[in-house]
Each structure stands twice: as structure tokens, then as C-alpha cells.
């Protein structure tokens, strides 16, 4: 016979075994109801879209991560790197069927082949929700005050919205003298990389893209340090007074859709950062990330993150689009709540074990945990056999707190005995009766 | 400015818009549910594999039909073709973590670069059940059960599964003088093709392939004739006596798995059909099909498939681990529903929009909607503005049942009007009311 092939996942890719795809799909479901109750609906598209649709729109390094090839076909095809570009090619595409604003969720694996590090995988979930056809404070908001509901529906505690703008990115530069384009986006994207490089990497980076002198590159990751909150824009706009219009009007948007979220109750969830750079090109308005406060998770990097992209729809469209979007990478997320020790175990543990005396019972015991599954019980009928302790042995072992016995005697009288393997007390049960019971037992 | 990018999908793959995905993700639903109450638990696993993982897995048909690549590593990796060789892997790979029976369902999309046609993608939503560990009738039985309630839950009515088992296509092969394994599975797999390639067809790739002169051919073609059941095999085995053991073993555990499916309830949904051949290589006990009866659709094929499989968990570990499975093919179902009509589409409704008067009472709003959304109620806000009276032709555009309006006396008296698209009816109700209030609208 030959050697059996290496079973083996690839390199920054994971197994969600049971017991953490349980509670990772509650997570999945309460995302779900709380983007649907925030007015948003349900949106698929296929994981692989054409090259050209994917190429050019995440920067020169995210073009760099996405998984390329040539199908069958010969067409370049692409794996889908986030929900945003495929968001802004649908709504172009099926412009003709859908309502503006067009409110959409869209939770699904896209693929980055990135360095694999802690929290960070190849292969991860994003929970997408954006509105697509306004570009409005309360549009802005709207989006923020969902994401953070969802973070509250998920019992994440320490969570913080850092929110900025890309003008307030660009009109402190401006200020700074750094007044041509390419300079600026070069900054922006050193600037987001403060986490991975530091601050020294930054201004080296500065240096050697947007070609400043070390000291102006200083001076450009000073301005950005985090910590800087709306206090600090609001005193930099006094001072500069009408030679900053886009700082000026930047900080004026930030302070309405800070006011919008602090009418919805979460203010204290959310707080100004002029540190934010987000590294994606097609940001055009406030942009954000949200991070765990909690220290030993907060490396993980940012779990829910955004912002307002007006021109990427118009990329695929002779219209002009508007949108604002958030993303939460659930399996970063429960990876830092596995870290913390916050994951529910208990999903993952048929609650119902049938046990199955002999081979002549074996209909009865599929009858009767029928009885249960259409009470909407869960329950697993024994398939290994053999003696009844051994039966009890296994359910113990799997998990289960309830173990129902048919014999015979039990058939024939239609009823079963049913152990709490907490208590240990057995009740003979009639069919008719047992759904109710159990249940009672369960709860 | 430049010409836009071409907004579009590639053959044979979709957008699921809200209209067809919100019934589809409640779909999704009511099958994990099922799922779950069957005692099975979720398993997720990448969509990309080693090549080698999967490759050789599926017949020489199956394995063309891959999506196959290097990746930036110069890995050869492929994209998943269904999901029960991911999970053989997963049996081997975390054999220690696992306790047998191994009990998983998994629904996520699989890629084959078929011909697309009606009903048929090169993108698709599997939503398979497995049983690792144990090969008995009770099992195959239970896994029939649990895709036989799937459907029911799905309220698919007019279903039927056709059950065979691999034995009988070998034993009735054995019985017409076809004894080598290699003629043997030409047979099958052209057999497998009858729907697609009519009888004719299968004729000449029987003489092609498994070099059979015609005469011999056609009576293969004969002996797997739709229609024949559980009664003309049992009249088989009568008369071939014990010249065809194995036809006759295989005979015994279609009775045995068929008196259990029976006892659960289900014998009308399930016939024996010899002509059921399943074109895949790794199946080695019961195989089956189920398709749907109305005219209309019957031509799409299987809606849900599967068999027995004792040899592909051990094709990656030295332990031999049997294994039986069911998949369901969601898009196929989806597209017949569809096709009959059946598809709800008022979920991709979204039932209660919040007007907003001005900008001044934007955050009200928010607060207000807010409230409704804690109350598990589906709410949106406007963010097109304008004209009160251009805002309930939006709602109304939109499909909303409720419409609720803010101006600064209701803000004054914390209240809100509350007008019911359906009978036209305005009611001022205080917002500690609110939510029980629209709640009663909307049942």
C-alpha cells in the first residue's frame, strides 16, 4: 500500500474544529441580526472576480498580497481581497435593480497572502456593512453606531473607535508644507505602518518616498503621533484660521458625526485619532479602526475598520457613487476573545445522547430522537454499540447532560428512561411526554 | 479621465443581491438548524488546499475540473471541490483531538470549472453532514434522516432519494460476466452519465472505454435501467443464490438501512433506483441521489447527493476511518425554487424606516431607531432628506410596513408619529412605547 499523503493545512490558513467554529458561527449569526436590525440586507458575491476588477485599487503592497492566476479559460482571475471592491462592482454593475442608498452586509472569507503572524491569517472572515448613494454625517454614523453595536452584541467589553478623516491626513500636511500629491500619499502610507515599523522605519520610509529631509519627515510623524484628539485639530484650525479650508472642513464633519454617535448612547466607545492613516488608496472621508483595549491582545491590531470611499464606485461607472463602509475581521477578533480565555465551549456539545440497547431497538431510538429534533432539541443517537455502560461512557465523554435508554420493555410500553447525567436521577418518560421533559431538563 | 473598468462577473459565477440572498441566508439557517439538531456541529476549513491534497480524488473528470495554481510561496494549491476531502483530511490531520464517532456538517462554496448551465454554477454553496468512524446501517440511516428533514425544513415538497449501493452496480456487473475492477468502474462512470449523455451514449463510451462489444454494452445499459428497485433486486439474489454474495450483502443493508429510515417516519421520501451510480471514486457502501419531482425543475439533477466513503480518511493516515456523508447543493435548490416561484422575498424587505424632518433632529432619530433596533425590530433610517412627503415615497419605493416621524415638538415631548403604510393610520406614541407599539404593527 502507499504511504498515506500528508494531511496538512497551508501556511497561514486554519481548521475551525468544532469547538471554536461553535461559538465562532453565534458570533457569524449575531452579526448578522444586528447588521439586518440596523436596516442593512444580505449581499453574496463569488470569492473570485477578474483580475483587472481587483488590480490597482488596494496600493501598491495590497496588490502585491492578492492570490492571482489563469483559470481554464485563460482569463485572469483573482481571489477577493476585501468586500468593498466587489461592493462598488455590483452596485455598478446591477445599477439598474437596486435602490440608492443601497444598504448592504456582506460577511465572507476573502484571501491576503500575507505574512502569517498572531491574529493574522491568510484565509479570514470580514463582516462587511456599507451604504452606498449618500454622503451625509448621518450616513457616516449610521455606519459607526452598526459597527459598534455589533462589537456590543458580540459582549466585547474594552473595545475603542479611533476615528479620523483623510483631509485631516492632508491638510496637516499641507500646513506642514507638504503640498504635492504623491508626497502626501507617500506620507499616508508610511504614517500606517507606525505599528509595524515604528517611528524611526517611518521617517526612513518618509525619506526615501516622498523624498523629505529627516527633519521635515520628523516633524510629519510628530504631527501624527497617536493620542492626538479633536481638542488638538480644533486648536490647529483656530490658529490657522481660513489657510486651512480642507482641515477646517474635515474637522467640522468629524465633529457632526461625533455628535450623531454620542445621540445614539456611544460616545464613550469612540474618540478622535489623528494617528489613523488607514494604508487602502480608495479612502476619500472619515476612515477609522477600532482596537481591544485589553494589553494582552491589544498587538492584535485593529478588528473593526472603515471609512468613506466617494470614488470607487465611479471606477467601474460613469456615475458617481458615494459610500461608506465598516469591516470587522471576526477570526482576528475571536482569536484575541480565545486568547482571553472568553470563548463559550458549551456550543459545541450535543446537549441529547439516545442510547441503543441492541440492533432490533435501533428504528425505536431513531423514532424517538426524532420526537426530540422536531422540538427543536439537539440530540445524537449512540452509534458505537455495545453494552449500556459504555454507551454512558461515551456520552459522558462527548458531552452530553441528558441520555435517554430504550429497551425492549420500553418500546413496547412507548417510553424511555431518561438519566441527567448531573444529578444522576432517572425518570421513565412517556414518548408524547418527553420532548416537554427533557427540555425541562435542559434549561 | 479614464474610460470605467468593466463592472463584471465571470462565467458561470453570481451575485446573490438581497432579493435572492436574504431568502437564501434564511435558507442557510433553517440547515445549520437542522444540522445542529441532528447532532452534527460546524466544521470550517479553507478554501484552498494542497493540490496533492485533492487531486486524484474525484476520477479524471472531477480532477480537470479543479481550480488549480501556484501561489506567491510556489505552492501547487487548489480550490476546494467539495467538501468531503477536506474533512478526510481534517480526520487525519487532528485525529487526536478528535472523539469518534466524528460527527460534523459544513456549508460553505466549492469551485469546479464545469460548463455552467440552468442551475448549474462554477460556484456553489455545499451544505454537507458526515459521519467519521463507524459503518453500520444505523449510521448510513442516521445521515439520511438528517438530509430527508433538511429538505422538510426547507419546505421542499415533491423530493425523492434514490438510494443504491456501490455493491450492486459491481454485483450486478459480476452477474452479466464484467469481472475486472477496471471494466467495472468504466461502466459505472459512463452509467453515471446517462442523464446527460442518454443511453446511446453510454453505450458507445461502455464499448470505448470498458472494451465491451455492444450486445454486452447495451445489456449493462439494460440492467441499470431508472426504475429498477428494491423487488428486482431482491428477485436478483432469489435467483442468483449465493453465485453473487456480494450483490446479495449489499441487497441486505439497503433493507436494513431502508427499515430504519422508516421507522423515523421518512419511507415515502426514499426509493431503491439501481440506476444510481454517482460518478465519484472514493464512495464504497450506499450512494444516492435525490431529485425533485415537478416537471419543471426535474431536469436540474440532484439537489443532494452523497454515500458511504470507507477508504478516503485512510488515504492520508495509516488508520483505516469509515465514513458516510449527505451534501446538499443550496444554489441548485435555490434556482428550482426560484424557478417555481417559491422564493419569499419579503425579507429582503426592511419593515420600519425612520423619516427625519431636518438635520436638527438627525441624532433624535438615530436615538429613536435605536430604540426599535434594541427591540430586535429591523429599522432604517433616511438619509436622502428633502421633503417629508419625498421621504414616505421613498420608504413606501422601499417596501417599509411603518413609517416613523420625528419633528422638534415630538423631539419637545420625547414621542413620535408612527404611521402604518398598510392602513394609512397615524398614531403619536411616547418612545418607552415605541417599540412594543410598531412591534404590534408589524405581526
Known amino acids: 500500500m502507499a504511504a498515506p499523503l500528508q494531511a496538512q ?19 457569524i449569526r449575531a452579526i448578522e441580526d444586528t447588521f439586518a436590525r440596523h ?21 501598491e503592497e495590497g496588490d502585491k498580497l492578492l492570490y492571482r492566476f489563469e483559470d481554464n479559460g485563460q482569463r485572469r482571475v483573482a481571489l477577493r481581497y476585501d468586500l468593498t471592491v466587489p461592493l462598488a462592482r455590483v452596485v455598478a454593475q446591477h445599477r439598474a435593480e437596486l435602490q440608492l442608498p443601497f ?22 472572515l470580514q463582516c462587511d456593512a456599507d451604504i452606498a448613494g449618500v454622503n451625509s454625517p448621518l450616513a457616516d454614523a449610521e455606519v459607526l453606531v452598526t459597527g459598534l453595536q455589533v462589537l456590543r452584541s ?33 506620507c499616508i502610507r508610511a504614517v500606517d505602518k507606525l505599528d ?10 518618509i525619506v526615501r518616498e516622498a523624498q523629505l529631509d529627516t527633519q521635515a519627515a520628523e516633524q510629519v510623524v510628530a504631527a501624527f503621533a497617536p493620542g492626538g484628539g479633536l481638542k488638538d485639530l480644533q486648536q490647529t484650525v483656530a490658529v490657522a484660521g481660513d489657510s486651512a479650508p480642507v482641515l477646517k472642513q474635515a474637522v467640522e464633519r468629524l465633529e457632526a458625526v461625533l455628535a450623531l454617535v454620542a445621540a445614539a448612547g456611544l460616545a464613550d466607545l469612540i474618540t478622535v485619532d489623528v494617528s489613523i492613516a ?45 459610500a461608506v463602509g465598516i469591516s470587522l475581521g471576526l477570526d482576528r477578533l475571536l482569536a484575541a476573545l480565545q486568547e482571553l480565555g472568553l470563548l463559550p465551549t458549551h456550543l459545541a456539545r450535543v446537549p441529547v445522547y439516545v442510547a441503543v440497547m441492541d440492533s432490533q431497538v435501533a428504528g425505536h431510538a431513531l423514532h424517538v430522537a426524532g420526537l426530540l429534533r422536531a422540538a427543536g432539541l439537539r440530540a445524537e443517537v449512540d452509534l458505537g454499540g ?7 461512557e461515551r456520552a459522558s465523554k462527548r458531552g452530553a447532560q441528558v441520555v435517554l435508554v430504550l429497551g425492549s420493555d420500553e418500546v413496547a410500553s412507548q417510553s424511555a428512561v431518561v438519566k441527567d447525567l448531573g444529578s444522576g436521577q432517572q425518570t421513565p418518560v412517556s414518548w408524547t411526554e418527553l420532548p416537554a421533559f427533557v427540555a425541562s431538563l435542559l434549561t
Open 196 to 205: 509595524k515599523i515604528g517611528a524611526a522605519g517611518v521617517v526612513a520610509e
Open 278 to 322: 488607514r494604508g487602502l488608496d480608495y479612502y476619500t472621508g472619515i476612515i477609522y479602526e477600532t482596537r481591544l483595549t485589553d494589553p494582552k491582545v491589544a498587538s492584535m491590531g485593529a478588528v473593526m475598520s472603515g471609512g468613506r470611499y466617494d470614488g470607487l464606485i465611479g471606477l467601474f461607472s460613469k456615475e458617481q457613487v458615494p
Open 154 to 186: 458580540l459582549g466585547v467589553e474594552g473595545a475603542r473607535l479611533h476615528l479620523n478623516h483623510r483631509d485631516v491626513l492632508f491638510g496637516l500636511l499641507e500646513l506642514r508644507g507638504v503640498t504635492e500629491k504623491p508626497q502626501q500619499i507617500a
Open 103 to 124: 444598504r448592504r452586509y456582506h460577511i465572507a472569507p476573502v484571501w491576503r497572502a500575507e505574512k502569517p503572524q498572531r491574529g493574522r491569517f491568510r484565509e479570514f
Open 386 to 392: 455495545g453494552k449500556l455502560g459504555k454507551q454512558f
Open 39 to 59: 436596516g442593512f440586507l444580505p449581499l453574496q458575491t463569488p470569492a473570485l472576480e477578474y483580475e483587472e476588477t481587483l488590480m490597482g485599487k488596494y496600493g
Open 9 to 27: 493545512t497551508l501556511k497561514g490558513f486554519r481548521d475551525y474544529l468544532p469547538e471554536t467554529m461553535a461559538p465562532r458561527q453565534a458570533m
